[in-house]
């Protein structure tokens, strides 16, 4: 079902022409799957976070990176992208099945997919226009050395539910960011 779809709406996007900044359209409801992603990560909590006030740790979200006015439109596509197939690979471990209500756990890796999915004619697009080079640089990089952070220290934790609220928590702080960018890219269209 959802691969026609996504094959659809790059026909209509090449076939249409640039629409909006981004020269592709992002379905109406894109931030709201994203707010309604990140009530589920709040709805996923299962101890108290403070009690891991021991286990907590600075990550390094590259912050000033991913949410500074200078990122532009194209690397806000590469950033969310590559943010949600990161998180998504944490979700979609067997260590993140035990760590997790199951139900919500696979409602929330449906909204990932659903998400990824939305994104991929753009990001499809940026690359025919020369953008490729855009993934290996400075924000995306950054953000890919802080989701390897994520998987370390889950591993050094051994998975330990401390670990994990840890984890949920910069989770969450990813999305807030995803979510900014969106509303960025949406107000510039
Ligand atoms: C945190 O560590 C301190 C010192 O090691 C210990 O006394 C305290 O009980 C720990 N707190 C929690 C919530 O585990
Ligand atoms: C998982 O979450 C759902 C939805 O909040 C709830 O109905 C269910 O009882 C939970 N399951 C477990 C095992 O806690
Ligand atoms: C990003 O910046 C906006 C304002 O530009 C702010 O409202 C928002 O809270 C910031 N988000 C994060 C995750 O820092």
């Known amino acids: 079902m959802a691969l026609p ?27 709201l799957l994203s707010k309604e992603n990140l009530a589920l990560l709040r709805q996923m909590q299962r101890i108290s976070t403070l009690s891991c006030l021991n286990d907590t740790k600075d990550f390094r979200f590259p912050r000033r ?11 806000a596509i590469s950033l969310q992208h590559r943010m949600l197939q990161d ?13 997790w209500n199951t139900t919500l756990l696979n409602q929330l890796r449906m909204g990932l997919y659903q998400q990824l999915e939305d994104l991929e004619p753009c990001l499809l697009q940026e690359m025919g226009e020369g953008g490729t080079a855009l993934s290996s640089q400075g924000p995306t990089l950054g953000v890919r050395k802080y989701f390897q952070g994520l998987f370390l220290y889950l591993e050094k934790k051994q998975y330990s539910d401390c670990a994990w609220e840890v984890v949920r928590v910069e989770i969450m702080r990813s999305f807030s960011s995803i979510i900014t960018l969106q509303e960025r890219l949406s107000n510039m269209d």
């Open 87 to 99: 998180v998504s690979d944490l979700l979609l471990t067997e260590h993140a099945s035990a760590a």
């Open 65 to 75: 990176m991913v949410n500074g006015s200078q990122v532009q439109e194209a690397q």
């Open 5 to 31: 779809l996504s094959l659809l709406t790059i026909l209509v996007v090449f076939s249409c022409g640039p629409s909006g900044a981004l020269g592709c359209d992002l379905p109406q409801n894109h931030i």
